[in-house]
């Protein structure tokens, strides 16, 4: 019963690094999503997936990529990591219907 | 744009006091509004209002729906330390795509 899993928990990058957070689901749900979380802002959407080898932007999407080979994964990569994108990140997926099932988070600092 | 606004931005209350949380929003082609609780780590489900179901209720809490004011309230009765969390408004919009907008959240704390 994993649900949706998000690795790896905790990192550290330098700025110019780059790196892939990565984000699987086992409830064969088509509908995939990237938020990032700021302090006191929220849930921002960076991007979606409507199913395999279909993505696309959401609210925040400069800096980061996303492919959507399979149902299952979902990876969100960061090319140049910029201190602007220390946040934590959640991955979620839903079916065609509501609600949203997250996985539990990924903190990145850039420094 | 489409906007979620949610009140207050943070509450700090007793054990025992009833709290009421606020969302209200701004969305072309409103499909429904969720509430979340967010502890530690990912958010949880609580309850989804639509058209067809604008008042739900489980144990303590309740929310209703006012498609009128374009809001919805979260209410806590005789909260316990470990209602306290952040609690996050979200809405779904289908203009054009199938998007969650989430608010900005209420952070609770619940004192002993």
């Known amino acids: 019963n994993a649900g949706v899993t998000q690795t790896p928990k905790f990192r550290i990058l330098k700025i110019g690094q780059s790196m892939t957070l990565q984000c699987t689901q086992d409830?064969?749900?088509?509908?995939m999503y990237w938020y990032r979380q700021d302090p006191g802002m929220g849930l921002k959407l960076i991007y979606y997936s409507v199913g395999a080898g279909i993505t696309d932007k959401g609210e925040v999407p400069n800096g980061y990529n996303v492919s959507r080979s399979t149902t299952e994964d979902f990876p969100l990569r960061l090319e140049l990591a910029a201190p602007s994108q220390t946040s934590v990140y959640f991955c979620a997926s839903s079916p065609e219907h509501p609600p949203l099932h997250f996985g539990n988070g990924t903190r990145l600092t850039v420094t | 744009e489409d906007k979620v606004v949610q009140s207050p931005l943070s509450l700090v209350v007793h054990e025992g006091d009833t709290v009421t949380l606020n969302c209200s929003y701004e969305?072309?082609?409103?499909?429904?509004l969720l509430w979340y609780k967010q502890e530690k780590k990912a958010p949880t489900f609580l309850f989804m209002l639509t058209s067809s179901g604008i008042e739900k209720k489980s144990g303590r809490l309740s929310s209703i729906l006012d498609k009128k004011e374009l809001s919805s309230i979260l209410n806590i009765t005789a909260t316990q330390t470990g209602d306290s969390a952040i609690y996050l408004c979200a809405v779904i919009s289908t203009s054009g795509t199938y998007k969650y907008i989430f608010g900005t959240g209420t952070r609770l704390k619940v004192l002993a």
């Open positions: 409830m064969n749900h088509n509908y």
């Open positions: 969305v072309t082609n409103f499909r429904s």
